[in-house]
T-cell receptor, first 117, second 109 residues
Framework: GAVVSQHPSWVICKSGTSVKIECRSL??????MFWYRQFPKQSLMLMAT?????????EQGVEKDKFLINHASLTLSTLTVTSAHPEDSSFYIC?????????????FGPGTRLTVL | GQNIDQPTEMTATEGAIVQINCTYQ??????LFWYQQHAGEAPTFLSY??LDGLEEKGRFSSVLSRTKGYRYLLLKELQMKDSASYLC??????????WGAGTKLIIKP
């Protein structure tokens, strides 16, 4: 149980285009989802926290108009990177949490590798 | 500020035991997590400690003793597949996860 999927697993796009990444909790209802970014050989950096049905809370330094997050249902959150630039190339990982699950741990999706040319 | 400290890199021999320490300075404490992350993959959950004690899962154990200052992940009978980064994370008073930079563990034959 507690499986989180992400789609796509990798994407290459041109500079200036927008990319949408989906994060789904497959077998539980995720009241809270997290979006992380990880650059090579660095730790996870939390970008934003989204709660179902409300606006996402962005971490300091993360542009909310550039990284649009929608958590419209208890099983789906989306991250849209708008007007992507090469510096946005990174490994984007989502995780989901449900209060009903033991220890309140976060379950991670497999990640999406974004390359912006 | 809040921060998590763990060794950047450790090397061990196949079949041996290795201990990865984690120290933290956070606003409050609501649990300590260990995750394993292989290169290019997402982290996978290993263990969670909120009370002092030992959590065992196969060859991996996590120990927490806030009174004595012990916080570590113990890996026994190391296998080559254990080569990965091990991330320590602490949940603060706001139930926010604060992440360490990870310890890259290299296993040699």
């Amino acid at each position: 149980g507690a499986v989180v999927s992400q789609h796509p697993s990798w994407v290459i796009c041109k500079s200036g285009t927008s990319v949408k990444i989906e994060c789904r909790s497959l077998d539980f209802q995720a009241t809270t989802m997290f979006w992380y970014r990880q650059f090579p050989k660095q730790s996870l950096m939390l970008m934003a926290t989204s709660n179902e049905g409300s606006k996402a809370t962005y971490e300091q330094g993360v542009e909310k108009d550039k990284f649009l997050i929608n958590h419209a249902s208890l099983t789906l959150s989306t991250l849209t990177v708008t007007s992507a630039h090469p510096e946005d190339s990174s490994f984007y990982i989502c995780s989901a949490r449900s209060p009903g699950l033991e220890s309140n741990e976060q379950f991670f999706g497999p990640g999406t590798r974004l390359t912006v040319l | 500020g809040q921060n998590i400290d763990q060794p950047t890199e450790m090397t061990a021999t196949e079949g041996a035991i290795v201990q990865i320490n984690c120290t933290y300075q956070t606003s409050g404490f609501n649990g300590l997590f260990w995750y394993q992350q292989h290169a290019g993959e997402a982290p996978t959950f290993l263990s969670y400690n909120v009370l002092d004690g030992l959590e065992e899962k196969g060859r991996f154990s996590s120990v927490l003793s806030r009174t004595k200052g012990y916080r570590y992940l113990l890996l026994k009978e190391l296998q080559m597949k254990d080569s990965a980064s091990y991330l320590c994370a602490v949940k603060d008073s706001n139930y926010q996860l604060i992440w360490g930079a990870g310890t890259k563990l290299i296993i040699k034959p």
